[in-house]
Antibody, heavy 120, light 110 residues
Framework: QVQLQESGPGLVKPSETLSLTCTVS????????CSWIRQPPGKGLEWIGY???????NYNPSLKSRVTISVDTSKNQFSLKLTSVTAADTAVYYC??????????????WGQGTLVTVSS | QSALTQPASVSGSPGQSITISCTGTSSDVGVHNYVSWFQQHPGKAPKLMIYDVSNRPSGVSNRFSGSKSGNTASLTISGLQAEDEADYYCNSYTSSSTYVFGTGTKVTVL
């Protein structure tokens, strides 16, 4: 059973960098696509981007200048960094892993999500 | 990229069928078959219900079905049950090799 768990600070100050890590258990991230998705409180889902285990990435154009997704296959983890955050970046952040090596779309395996609040 | 357009809410009585639309453009829904549908209950992570327009993952009830015509994809829930009350989101691949979600639809079981 593939399980994902997000971890990182729940509170980030404006203009600083948001950093989250997703740890995958019960399955590998090698040869899989891994994604980050976020959801502001009371609002809809927003795709942030994905990374393949080789390190190739693709990002939401609206966030591209501020986002970096990286992978550490030795730890079975992948990470998200979002720079220069504002209150608009307050959201529940989800990580997800694909079903097979060709699956770059979000899911089907998701973490439970972690709320990150941007506030001074 | 703009979010795909979904109705804000859809409702139905138990046992009825409802359909949720997801309208995109010729750069996403209209040209790619990588359309997925997710169900989200309050406080929970989204759950994949349909992928590649009309495929159901293992374990998903056959009461859920998907289709696509032109720039609009649809999710139909037949035999509506109380447990189907949730938010539903579509998602599509785009010609920029990115993904975009729909605006979300709240399904209410009357």
């Amino acid at each position: 059973q593939v399980q994902l768990q997000e971890s990182g600070p729940g509170l980030v100050k404006p203009s600083e960098t948001l950093s989250l890590t997703c740890t995958v258990s019960g399955g590998s991230i090698s040869s899989y696509y891994c994604s980050w998705i976020r959801q502001p409180p009371g609002k809809g889902l927003e795709w942030i981007g994905y990374i393949y285990s080789s390190g190739s990435t693709n990002y939401n154009p609206s966030l591209k200048s501020r986002v970096t997704i990286s992978v550490d296959t030795s730890k079975n983890q992948f990470s998200l960094k979002l720079t220069s955050v504002t209150a608009a970046d307050t959201a529940v952040y989800y990580c997800a892993r694909g079903l097979n090596s060709n699956w770059s779309r979000p899911g089907p395996y998701w973490g439970q999500g972690t709320l990150v609040t941007v506030s001074s | 990229q703009s979010a795909l357009t979904q109705p804000a809410s859809v409702s139905g009585s138990p046992g009825q069928s409802i359909t949720i639309s997801c309208t995109g453009t010729s750069s996403d829904v209209g040209v790619h078959n990588y359309v997925s549908w997710f169900q989200q209950h309050p406080g929970k992570a989204p759950k994949l219900m349909i992928y590649d327009v009309s495929n159901r993952p293992s374990g998903v009830s056959n009461r859920f079905s998907g289709s696509k015509s032109g720039n609009t994809a649809s999710l139909t829930i037949s035999g509506l049950q109380a447990e189907d009350e949730a938010d539903y989101y579509c998602n599509s691949y785009t010609s920029s090799s990115t993904y975009v979600f729909g605006t979300g639809t709240k399904v209410t079981v009357l």
